[in-house]
């Protein structure tokens, strides 16, 4: 495919990733927000594609869309009652917010563009990496990994303790 | 022995903290059992006391106990100061006459006390704390042979006569008390200095180092030539020596320092009154004799003539404060004043009849002013008021009451046949046989007139005559058509009751019988008191005629 | 140990006996124990009647002496004396056996009287322990053998008139009277004390023959001016016991006490004591002493004579007439008339004890009237107590035939001898005031008798408004509670008052004394008692030191002499004494030999003079009481200042209470003053300074000092408090926070990077 | 014109510099807790896609297999913090966070 609509596709997808993003955080309803998530997760899934990790990709939709995303609308439902209107956060000291917003991407982009010249090596990622990402797990990264499957089981049982629902009688303090 | 006799009253005072303060009666019963203990082991004491045996200063060859009795010697404090040499303080107790006297007097005053505490109401369990507190201090001044030791004692005693007078004395206590205690520290912080100076300029002939002790010190030998008070240094000696004698003659109390006197006896409760007079008074004099004199008697022997005179001032001055007074408390503490102007004075003699004089006069100012006291309070417990006008014509209503306060009266007066006599005829022999103090002496001898004014002045008032119209109590006819004082909130027998028969009776006893037959009490001091005689004239005396 | 001594210790002691039961056990006893007194009294008396018989009778022997004694207090081994004891002891010797059988004598009699005079007194028990104890110290006096005891029944005597005064101690009178004789005997006491002080420094004993073979040796090291005040000074004892001229105040007001005891001590014994002592010292007392002494005793004999003409209470009469008496004896003492002044003493204690219980009895029968002005009369009423009365007058004033005759004209003899010997002149004043208040006794004993027996009862006179004042305290109430109130008569007294009476007034009669009635010398009295040697004659007055060399000789051969004289030789005695006297009217001491010559000379020409006044005074009382030619208060208006004068005691106890008392009361004021203000209030000034400057400072502590610790505290408790500010507990906040913390660390890195 | 054509590492940085920049503020400014969780997923997104970046221009495996556990993390994190916010919910009745402060002062 020609090098111009991979950067068309690219400017897209970025495009994409950002507006839903800004979105997620100015929206003033937590439903729109949730949703404009899904945009943003999709979005980066895609840079993840153009960054030739589509192994990473695929893992970001199937754990972000399908997990983290539903718990956070569930959370969501749990904790405004969809009966209301619309269910808002309003937004506190936006002034600052927006400021420091600004001073904080300014900052990253003027550092990125003027002080520093990155040297990409010559030799880039190419092809798929889910066989390297096999052996690296199973060699060099076998103790994180075994490590990352212990916290998921303690998070799982945290997690379901903490959000676990008393019966009506015996009411905690 | 004497370690047991100077304890008991503590381990009393253990066992009273340990029964509950409701316990009252307990409490009383604890201490005087403790007191009664005291008075058997100071006659045991007294029995097996050798008189023969003089004490005072180390006996010849140089045994570091010297002549005295029943000593106990232990190290008890010593710690290595470098450059200074070892730093060591004795445990060291031991009597002699002069002290024996004393603890005998201590003991039975203390046992007196507890008795006459048994009308203390409030807070019981501190008050006999604190006062079995102060009769082991007391017994420990006269029996410590150790300076440090001696110094221990006497600031020990201060903090429980302090509270006892601040917390169960009269209206104005603390003033009093205060007053008191001020007074007393102002005496002893000198004291503190004059016993540093000493022990620097002090050898142990037996071990070669500085030392407390006081027989050592006693003896003029031991003393380092040119240390600060050294044989050599003649000014500091002096110094010393005044700064020691204002020490001791504060407690005394000696003219210029006597004003704390009647402001304690009156606000403080009869038995700390007796206590105070009893004992307390005569540490001054002991102290004196034991430690201010001997151990500079060059420079007694220069200020004799002043002490002599100091001495007539108590006698005279105090005689007439007390012809003043209207309370009666107050006069019998300005007469203990006049009276402790006599051993003054039989001191400032110099020789064996005066100091014999002086330290009978110790004893038996002991015994009687303890009664005279009683007296007050007795009738204070009962009317409430002290004021001499408020009463009269009592002798007819309590005649028990006036017999044992005519005995009383006539032996602080001095009546032959009564202890107080002979102590005060030995102080006017032996300061009239002195060339020094003679002329002293003639003027004194105004004190026995004095004194005979005011007691019987007070005697007139409050028991002769007929009841005062503003009296203090009512007369009503009794169903036997006699009649009958009454006073206005007292619930207890009129006359003396038997608790107070008992404090009264034995003391009076003593005064009479030692009127009459004074041996066993000079017997025990001739003695020590010529060997101290001794060691106070470096030359023989040449004033004797 | 002597078989008299170890009597006349029990005689000592029985009285004190008494005196421990009745104290302790009258209430329990039947009658109060009354009979236990006078039991344990006569039981003494015996005793000493048998000493007086074994010494005087049988032994009839001046210079008998038997000594004990032993060691009281053991001083040890002084330094600069050596071995010292003080001892105590007891000596018999004539003058000892008389005066023992004298007090027990009396001092029965007035037992027996009290029981009836004091029936039904509320104390009455207690009464008799008082004279018990009053006995026991009299006879302590007379046996001691050395000045210490005999300072102590100085004092003890002193003690029980003191309590014998004030028994009815609820008369204020009476309680003021008791402390005023203790207070003037005080007086005394302190200079017989100084004295006694003088000789122990110089002797270190207190024994009387010690000091006075010291006194012999030599000695005696201080100038011979310190033995004249040592003298002068143990006579003050003499002044306050026997009432001498400027203490003798007390003892008018001493007639408080119940007339018994005014009596027994007040005119026979107590007041005796002090000649007594007197003559028991007589022989250190210097010429120069004796001169003041016979000075004293001439004024008081005759200032008390002149007071005692004008009183009008029977008892004070009769109190002045014992201070002039005394003064008599002093006077006797005085010029070495030694044996005629105790002679008297003796005389003297018998018939004013008679007197006293005789006005007692006229007392007690008037209901306790005192004044003679309403009395008159009795003679009828009392025939008993007039006949005894009357005759112990006549001794008083001296008239033939009676004892006071004898002794008195003896004394003023003596006082005749003394002024020529001593050269005429101012010495002749002393005789002189003698004859004179010899005179006055006449007439105001004659008034007395007059007032009281003779003519009409004036009772009804006596003005209401002072009726029984306090004469009819309680006691007179009790005492005869209700038979005076049903029958108002004047009777006689009972037996055992009348008894006594009897008793002395024979003792007043001159046989009892002497064969002779004009002369007393002749008698046993004064061969017993003979003027001893002094062993500080005139020779010895230059210089002490020759004294022993001047004296030994001298006691040598008196030695020879008295034992060459004495009837029955008892050597003990003749070695014992050395000061003492010598048998025989043979003196150590030439002055006293001279004396006792002119004395022998001048015997005739007392009696005439003496006589002459004596009559001259009982017949100006004739004249004035009985023929009425001169009227009394005519003759008291006509010379008003002399009469006040002297019925107002010549104003002694104004000038006292004025002077001294009320002297010494100020200066006791001001001193406390000065107590409680300025020696006091240095004190507490003293205080109030070091309390101020610690104020201060406790101040700065507290502002500065403190105040910089207080401020670190405050700011960093402000800062806390702003800063707490920012922990909103927000998560937020604290993110907002680290991203400027982070755009600040980049804005820092940046400018590191640019420049 | 290069620059904008030829993609590079910059343009990846860029992005992710957004994701940041929107995440803090959603954690600075919201005060709906779920808002704040979503926040800080954008967060852990910008760094993911940072790893990768640079991973894939060095050629190394690092990034990748940082952001593979990245991922496993932020699933943890999400369960945990939901269940927290429920919790929260349930105690305070509200997820708003400026009112849950009861630990303050």
């Known amino acids: 495919m020609s090098n111009l609509t991979y950067t068309v596709i690219f400017y897209l997808f970025a495009a994409i990733t950002v507006f839903s993003a800004g979105f997620v955080v100015f929206s003033r309803n937590v439903i729109y927000s949730a949703f404009s998530l899904l945009f943003t997760f999709f979005g980066a899934a895609a840079l993840y594609v153009f960054l030739s990790a589509d192994f990473i990709a695929v893992t970001q939709v199937v754990v972000y869309v399908g997990g983290i995303l539903v718990l956070i609308l569930f959370g969501v439902m749990f904790t405004n009652s969809i009966m209301q209107s619309k269910p808002k956060s309003d937004i506190i000291n936006i002034v600052p917010g927006i400021l420091l917003l600004a001073a904080i991407i300014g900052a990253l982009l003027f550092t990125f563009y003027t002080s520093h010249s990155w040297m990409p090596s010559e030799t880039t990622l190419q092809g798929s990496i889910v066989q390297r990402i096999g052996f690296e797990t199973m060699s060099r990264y076998v103790l994180p990994f075994e490590m990352a499957s212990i916290l998921l089981l303690a998070a799982l049982i945290g997690a379901a303790y903490l959000a676990r629902f008393e019966k009506p009688g015996n009411n905690e303090h | 022995m004497l370690s047991l006799i100077v304890f008991l009253p503590i381990i009393a005072g253990l066992i009273i903290l340990a029964v509950p303060s409701s316990q009252k009666q307990i409490i009383r019963i604890v201490s005087l059992l403790a007191a009664i203990a005291q008075g058997v082991l100071a006659v045991l004491l007294w029995r097996t006391y050798d008189p023969s045996m003089a004490g005072i200063t180390a006996a010849a060859g140089g045994n570091p106990v010297g002549s005295f009795q029943f000593v106990e010697k232990l190290p008890w404090i010593s710690l290595n100061l470098g450059g200074l040499g070892l730093f060591n303080i004795e445990y060291f107790l031991g009597v002699d006459g002069i002290s024996i006297t004393m603890v005998i007097l201590t003991a039975l005053i203390s046992a007196i006390g507890v008795l006459s505490s048994w009308t203390i109401q409030k807070q019981v369990k501190g008050y006999f704390i604190l006062y079995n507190l102060l009769a082991t201090a007391m017994m420990g001044c006269f029996v410590a042979l150790d300076f440090f030791l001696f110094y221990v004692f006497w600031e020990l005693m201060l903090l429980p006569m302090y509270f006892l007078i601040g917390i169960w004395g009269g209206p104005n206590r603390e003033y009093a008390a205060i007053k008191f205690f001020l007074y007393t520290l102002f005496g002893s912080v000198f004291m503190l200095l004059v016993m540093i100076g000493l022990y620097f300029s002090v050898l142990d002939p037996m071990t070669g180092n500085h030392t407390f002790s006081l027989v050592a010190m006693a003896d003029q030998h031991n003393f380092i030539k040119d240390a600060i008070l050294g044989p050599n240094n003649v000014m500091w000696r002096y110094i010393a020596f005044s700064v020691l004698f204002v020490g001791f003659a504060i407690k005394v109390p000696m003219f210029p320092f006597h004003t704390w006197l009647p402001d304690a006896h009156v606000e403080a409760p009869t038995p700390i009154s007796v206590i105070l007079a009893g004992v307390l008074l005569k540490l001054g004099t002991y102290g004196m004799l034991r430690i201010n004199f001997p151990l500079f008697p060059e420079v007694f022997h220069a200020g004799m003539f002043v002490i002599g005179v100091f001495g007539a001032i108590n006698i005279i001055y105090g005689a007439f404060c007390a012809l003043a007074q209207q309370d009666l408390k107050k006069m019998v503490a300005y007469s203990s004043i006049s009276h402790m102007g006599y051993v003054l004075l039989g001191l400032a003699a110099g020789n064996s009849e005066g100091m014999l004089g002086a330290l009978y006069q110790m004893f038996n100012h002991g015994t009687i002013t303890a009664m005279l006291f009683l007296l007050v309070g007795v009738i204070y417990d009962r009317a409430h008021t002290r004021q001499i006008d408020k009463f009269g014509g009592l002798s007819s209503y309590m005649p028990r009451y006036a017999a044992v306060v005519t005995i009383a009266w006539f032996a602080s007066l001095g009546l032959p046949g009564l202890s107080g006599f002979i102590s005060e005829a030995f102080v006017f022999v032996g300061a009239f046989s002195s060339v020094t103090t003679r002329y002293i002496a003639m003027v004194s001898v105004l004190g026995i007139v004095f004194g005979a004014a005011y007691l019987l002045w007070s005697l007139q008032r409050m028991f002769l005559g007929k009841r005062k119209a503003d009296a203090a109590y009512d007369l009503e006819v009794g169903a036997d058509g006699h009649e009958h004082i009454h006073f206005h909130d007292w619930k207890g027998k009129l006359d003396l009751d038997s608790r107070e028969l008992v404090m009264l009776v034995p003391l009076a006893v003593i005064t009479i019988f030692l009127g009459i037959y004074p041996m066993p009490i000079m017997g025990m001091l001739t003695t020590s008191i010529n060997k101290l005689v001794q060691v106070l004239t470096p030359v023989v005396l040449t004033s004797m005629n | ?755 | 014109m290069e620059q904008l054509t030829t993609i590079g590492l910059n343009h990846y940085l860029t992005v992710s510099a957004f994701l940041l920049g929107f995440g803090l503020f959603a954690v600075m400014t919201r005060k709906n807790a779920i808002v704040i969780l979503m926040g800080v997923e954008l967060i852990l997104n910008a760094a993911n896609i940072n790893f990768l970046a640079f991973s894939k221009f060095n050629g190394g495996m690092q990034g990748v297999m940082f952001a593979l556990f990245v991922i496993v993390l932020a699933a943890a994190e999400a369960a945990i913090a939901l269940a927290i916010v429920i919790n929260v919910f349930k105690t305070f009745k509200t997820v708003d966070v400026s009112n849950i402060d009861s630990m303050k002062e």
Not at chain 3, 120 to 127: E, F, I
Not at chain 3, 214 to 231: E, I, P, V, Y
Not at chain 3, 579 to 590: I, L, M, N, R, Y
Not at chain 3, 735 to 749: D, H, K, N, P, S
């Open chain 3, 1 to 755: 140990m002597h078989s008299l001594i170890q009597l006349s210790i029990v005689v000592l002691l029985l009285p004190l006996l008494s005196f421990v039961i009745l104290i302790f056990f009258n209430r329990r006893l039947p009658r109060r124990g009354d009979f236990v007194g006078v039991g344990i009294l006569g039981t003494a008396f015996a005793i000493s009647a048998y000493i007086f018989w074994t010494v005087i009778v049988q032994t009839y022997d001046p210079a008998f002496r038997v000594a004990w004694n032993f060691t009281w207090i053991d001083l040890g081994n002084v330094p600069g004396v050596g071995p010292l004891q003080i001892k105590m002891g007891v000596v018999i010797d004539n003058l000892t056996a008389i005066m023992l059988a004298m007090v027990n004598l009396i001092s029965l009699l007035v037992h027996l009287y009290s029981t009836g005079y004091m029936a039904g007194d509320k104390n009455y028990g207690r009464y008799f322990a008082y004279l018990g104890i009053f006995t026991f110290s009299m006879l302590g006096i007379v046996l001691s053998d050395n000045l210490f005891s005999i300072y102590i029944f100085w004092e003890l005597v002193g003690l029980s008139s003191y309590l014998l005064i004030g028994f009815f101690f609820e008369k204020d009178s009476a309680a003021n009277a008791q402390k005023k004789a203790f207070l003037a005997n005080r007086v005394g006491d302190i200079g017989m004390w100084l004295g006694i002080l003088i000789l122990y420094s110089q002797f270190h004993t207190f024994g009387f023959s010690e000091i006075y073979a010291n006194l012999a040796a030599g000695k005696f090291t201080l100038s011979n001016a310190w033995l004249t005040a040592s003298g002068i000074l143990l006579f003050m004892g003499c002044v306050g016991k026997s009432a001498q001229f400027p203490l003798h105040i007390w003892l008018p007001d001493a007639m408080e006490g119940p007339t018994p005891v005014s009596a027994l001590i007040h005119a026979a014994t107590m007041v005796a004591a002090g000649v007594y002592f007197v003559a028991r010292i007589f022989v250190l007392l210097t010429p120069d002493a004796l001169h003041v002494i016979a000075f004293v005793g001439a004024f008081t004999a005759f200032m008390a004579a002149t007071i005692a003409i004008t009183q009008n209470d029977i008892k004070r009469v009769l109190a002045y007439s014992t201070v002039s008496q005394l003064g008599y004896m002093v006077l006797g003492l005085g010029v070495g008339a030694y044996s005629a002044a105790l002679f008297h003493l003796v005389t003297h204690a018998f018939f004013k004890a008679c007197l006293f219980l005789g006005s007692g009895a006229i007392i007690h029968a008037m209901h306790h009237e005192q004044d003679m002005r309403w009395m008159g009369g009795l003679r009828k009423h009392m025939p008993w107590t007039f006949a005894t009365f009357t005759l112990a007058t006549l001794a008083l004033a001296g008239l033939p035939l009676t004892s006071g005759f004898m002794s008195k004209d003896a004394i003023l003899a003596g006082a005749l001898g003394f002024a020529t010997v001593e050269g005429g002149g101012i010495y002749y004043l002393i005789p002189v005031l003698g004859f004179f208040s010899a005179m006055l006794t006449a007439f105001y004993m004659g008034r007395q008798i007059w007032l009281v027996f003779f003519g009409e009862s004036r009772t009804h006179l006596k003005p209401a408004d002072d009726h029984h004042a306090d004469h009819h305290a309680h006691d007179s109430h009790a005492a005869h509670g209700d038979e005076h109130h049903e029958e108002h008569g004047v009777h006689e007294v009972s037996w055992n008052m009348r008894a006594p009476l009897v008793i002395l007034a024979t003792l007043s009669v001159f046989f009892v004394y002497s064969p002779d009635p004009l002369d007393g010398a002749k008698g046993w009295f004064m061969h017993m008692i003979q003027t001893p040697a002094t062993v500080v004659g005139s020779a010895s007055l230059e210089k002490p030191a020759a004294l022993a060399t001047a004296q030994q000789p001298l006691l040598a051969e008196a030695a020879v002499v008295g034992a060459g004289h004495a009837e029955k030789d008892v050597p003990e005695s003749a070695a014992a004494e050395k000061g003492e006297e010598k048998g025989g009217h043979t003196f150590a001491d030439p002055r006293q030999a001279e004396i006792a010559h002119a004395t022998h000379g001048a015997h005739y020409t007392a009696i005439y003079i003496s006589s002459i006044m004596v009559v001259l005074g009982i017949s100006m009382a004739l004249i004035v009481f009985v023929f009425k030619i001169i009227d009394p208060d005519k003759t008291a208006e006509a010379i008003r200042p002399l009469y006040l004068f002297s019925l107002n005691k010549w104003y002694w106890d104004e000038i006292y209470d004025a002077t001294f008392i009320r002297g010494s009361v100020i200066l006791s004021k001001v001193l406390s003053w000065f107590d409680t203000n300025i020696v006091d209030g240095l004190v507490n000034g003293v205080a109030v300074t070091v309390r101020k400057f610690a104020f201060a400072n406790a101040g700065f502590d507290k502002y500065v000092v403190d105040g910089m610790v207080n401020f670190t505290a405050f700011s960093v408790n402000t800062t806390g408090a702003v800063l707490r500010k920012l922990q909103t507990g927000k998560v937020q906040t604290y993110v907002v926070m680290l991203i400027i913390a982070v755009f600040g660390y980049f804005v820092y890195y940046v400018t590191k990077l640019v420049y």
